[in-house]
């Protein structure tokens, strides 16, 4: 899968947008995001203090464009509630491959799917900072690659 393995590689991701251009089709925007920014004095929950640094998306942060031409299934986790499972088997880093999941175990549950119709199917995971998208489909995504200039990264974190 092109630029797969780039996904999944970053330290962040933020998911900048998610939409179904057409029936049972899905495309997210996936972007990097650094901790670049200088360091702040912070406070974690219990009162200490710590050294801190904004994550955010800056030029030169990849961006990428995932399409999955028809899906099975997906979902959409605040990243404060996703848990991951001790059984759960996948590849990858922040953009995964699952071959046992919770997830597969729901769908398999909840709708008539199987490898007969519409056929093998993968678990897709994409693990961004604020939500965790989760994607059954047949076919791979097509993931488009750009880098985010100074002229396309003002303002890119207000919308979140």
Request: with cysteine; net charge negative; glycine share 6%.
């Amino acid at each position: 899968m092109d630029h797969f393995d780039d996904l999944s590689g970053h330290l962040y991701l933020y998911l900048a947008n998610i939409s179904e251009p057409k029936d049972n089709a899905l495309i997210l925007v996936i972007e990097e995001a650094r901790a670049d920014g200088p360091e702040i004095d912070d406070e974690l929950p219990e009162g200490s203090p710590v050294k801190a640094r904004e994550i955010e998306t800056t030029a030169g942060c990849s961006k990428y464009k995932v399409y999955f031409e028809n899906y099975i299934a997906y979902a959409v986790v605040d990243e404060s509630y996703a848990q991951s499972g001790k059984d759960e088997i996948y590849e990858g880093g922040l953009a995964r491959i699952y071959r046992k999941s919770y997830f597969l175990d729901f769908v398999s549950k909840t709708t008539f799917a199987s490898s007969d119709y519409p056929g093998p199917f993968k678990h897709y995971a994409f693990i961004c900072l604020n939500h965790c998208i989760n994607v059954v489909s047949c076919n791979a995504p097509k993931i488009k690659h750009s880098v985010i200039d100074e002229t396309t990264a003002d303002g890119i974190n207000s919308e979140r």
